[in-house]
């Protein structure tokens, strides 16, 4: 009788420390002040979730109607992330917990009506009505295939095994080799049916049948010397590819090629050695040695009827950019491979680049040059000098940043569209026309495009968002200047471990 008494008190207790250990990790939910209308004289509210962990991975999902979110608790430094979290789901509809459960997979991803969660050794598939793991892979999927429900995964048997599976029960559909330690740069669609990969090469795949063809190209490096951080802006790189991590080596020189490019009829493609031409067929029209003894991080791009190949002198070591050789643009003829140019001297430590006018701009720290088709080579636009502006930081999109003029707020491309905006480290911006300066603003005083509602506009300056009509006029504004999402009429805030929610339809 004594022992039943013991393990009866036991479950109590247990009972009790597992509901404590529950309470503390939901989320606390209340309303939050957020801001105030410019069309009448109310406050603003949303409703707040406070999670006991940072936000960690944030995504929506319109066909459960439903935003999947993972918190994740970081180590007593602060810098580095632990595996302890949780994975939720929040309805759109209104705004409650749908379920929320501890989690060792932070990384979400939506893929044919799936719900997945990954970490860096393999993928789960979850249902999405209760959050429970339905369906375990033998590895990470490292790619979904959306037009034949499937996925790609490396075996971690057998070294550079690329396996097709089922994402529904991870049946094997074909395999083929492709590299794995050396990462994927870049990922393109050919067609509905063919998929690009560049890894360590080019390789061409049919997603229904497997290997196609492929061009070997070398895309890394391996290092045992210093590196030094570059300070380019690394997500405006990122954008230009759909890389893929696959490795898992160390001490390697990473992305040491360009981004795919499909024009008309032909893949252009650059590797460490050299550029190339194929047809889709996997034919090789022509290449074009580069000679630089240390080429980069390039990105390929089609100007009229030529290639433009700039050579960023950017590359990538573990989670970091580094300068690595020197930055160059070179020019050859699309069909025949020919080259036109080879600049360096105006792109020595490369700051930055952008795409005016289908042509390319190209910026250091003391002075800005765009490609010139005419003239084969690179023109000077404006010298830059730090006693006048300051060191140059970054270039300036003159369709996502605004200016409030006379009560209303414009992009600084309305005012006028042929203008080259610069930003430099006097929080000054610049604005260059007739190679002169045309434009001066303190970066304080520009919004940058955050989202967007319909045809309304969510704008962001230090410490604010605002909304504004279609006609440039104030709406509302929020007291938060962080990314926002935007789904069904709900703007979600994303900051910390809290998430604002706010339904649009009800503001006034």
Known sequence: MKSKIIIVILIINLHFIISNLLAQAYPKIYTTTIGTS?????????????????????????????????????????????????????????????????????????????????????????????????????????????????????????????????????????KATIPAQQNWDDVKYLNDSILLIAANGLYAVNIYKGLLWFKTLNSVQKNNKPLVYSSIINEKLKKEFYSVITSTLEAQIFNLSSNILVSDTLIYYAGKEKLIAVTKSGTLLWEQILDETTTSQMLVSKVKSDIILLNTGIAQFNDFPVMYGEAFAMSVNAITGLQNYKNKSVLESLADYCNYKNDLIFANKTSIAQTNINNTSLQSIIEITERQFGKFLEFIDGDKYFIEKEGFYVPLNFINDNVIYFRTDNDKVYGVSNNAVEYEYHFTELYKLNNTLGDKKLVTQRNKTIVISKNYELLFSFNIDVPCFVCNAKIYFVKDQFLHIINFNELK
């Open 38 to 174: 410019a069309i009448s004289i109310n406050t603003l509210t949303a409703k707040t979730y406070s999670f006991a962990n940072l936000i960690y991975d944030f995504e929506i999902d319109s066909l459960s109607n439903q935003v999947y979110i993972t918190t994740r608790k970081k180590d007593p430094t602060g810098k580095l992330y632990t595996n302890v979290g949780m994975f939720g789901a929040i309805s759109i509809s209104n705004d409650s917990l749908k379920w929320f459960n501890n989690t060792i997979q932070f990384d979400i991803n939506l893929a044919n009506n799936y719900l997945f969660a990954n970490n860096k050794k393999y993928t789960s598939r979850y249902n999405k009505t209760y959050g429970y793991e339905q369906f375990q892979f033998p590895s990470k999927v490292v790619y979904n295939i959306k037009n034949n429900n499937s996925g790609l995964i490396y075996n971690t048997l057998i070294k550079d095994e690329l396996m097709c599976i089922n994402l529904q029960d991870g049946s094997l559909k074909w």
